[in-house]
């Protein structure tokens, strides 16, 4: 199974894609953990830490200025590019890099083309994509099974989370919703009005804990499992997982 995060910049993307890699992976299934944004931060949000995590781009840096080979096949480059993160997640970084050497798997693939070539089997891949909607655009059938959407109930959040629920049915078998940073019914209501009710929603409250989380460089889910916040992130794992991929 394939998963991707989609939405806003700052919306939470991260955090939905960290937390629901590890409770995935907790759960017994093999997780691939695929960070897709120009900026990556997937690592500190898995538990990697962030020093491992900018070692990760410095790698992929090194491709840039000739100091780190290519790769063209895609296990190579989850071998060579990737980094093991708690409970026996593979992490990635798969954003393009600005010089590609065209054709190799490295930097000259784009997000939408690696996750096409990820095998989604026996593994489940996360994909914690760049803000914005121009990946689920261009994402082509068979290269994602879920559109996870998140969206906070601010209006410029809401204008691009609709507009990725515009795009992903066509794109993907499952969209699911996560209405992130809830505080009230008010906020609820303000997401229902400007998306509709008729999604398969998850709703996750303002969390101290992720902040906490992302103060300290740690995931969420090891600075307090059972919190609200991380509780509703790890309920969307086990109703993902509910749907194939066993471990
Ligand atoms: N439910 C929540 N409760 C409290 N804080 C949250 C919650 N969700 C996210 N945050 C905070 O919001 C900020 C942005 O979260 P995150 O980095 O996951 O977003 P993003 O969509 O990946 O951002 P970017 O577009 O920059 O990659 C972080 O400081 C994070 O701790
Ligand atoms: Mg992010």
Not at 10 to 26: D, E, F, I, M, Y
Not at 57 to 69: C, H, I, K, Q, S
Not at 141 to 169: F, I, N, Y
Not at 214 to 243: E, H, N, Q
Request: charged share 25%; net charge negative.
């Amino acid at each position: 199974m394939k998963i991707v995060v989609a939405g806003k910049g700052g919306v939470g993307k991260t955090t939905v894609s960290g937390t629901v890699a590890r409770a995935l992976a907790q759960a017994g299934h093999r997780v691939l953990a695929l960070d897709a944004d120009t900026n990556p931060m997937l690592g500190v949000s898995l538990g990697v830490g962030p020093e491992q995590t900018d070692l990760l781009t410095a790698v992929r840096e090194g491709l840039a200025t000739g100091e780190t080979e290519h790769e063209r096949s895609t296990e190579g480059f989850v071998d060579r590019f990737g980094t093991d993160a708690p409970d026996g997640i593979r992490l990635v970084v798969a954003s393009r890099i600005d010089q590609p050497n065209p054709g190799c798997t490295c930097c000259g693939v784009s997000a939408e083309q690696l996750l096409g070539e990820l095998e989604g089997t026996d593994q489940i891949v996360v994909g914690d994509l760049e803000a914005g909607i121009g990946t689920v655009l261009r994402l082509q059938p068979g290269q994602a099974d879920v559109v996870v959407v998140v969206a906070q109930p601010t209006a410029k959040s809401l204008e691009v989370a609709r507009r990725a629920l515009e795009a992903a049915p066509e794109r993907a078998p499952r969209v699911i919703v996560v209405a992130n940073r809830v505080r009230d019914d008010e906020d609820l209501a303000t997401i229902h009005a400007a998306l509709g009710e008729n999604h398969e929603y998850v709703i996750v409250p303002d969390e101290p804990a992720i902040a906490e989380a992302d103060r300290d460089g740690r995931a969420a889910i090891d600075v307090d499992p059972d919190a609200p916040g991380v509780r509703a992130l790890v309920d969307l794992a086990d109703r993902l997982a509910g749907i194939g991929a066993p471990a």
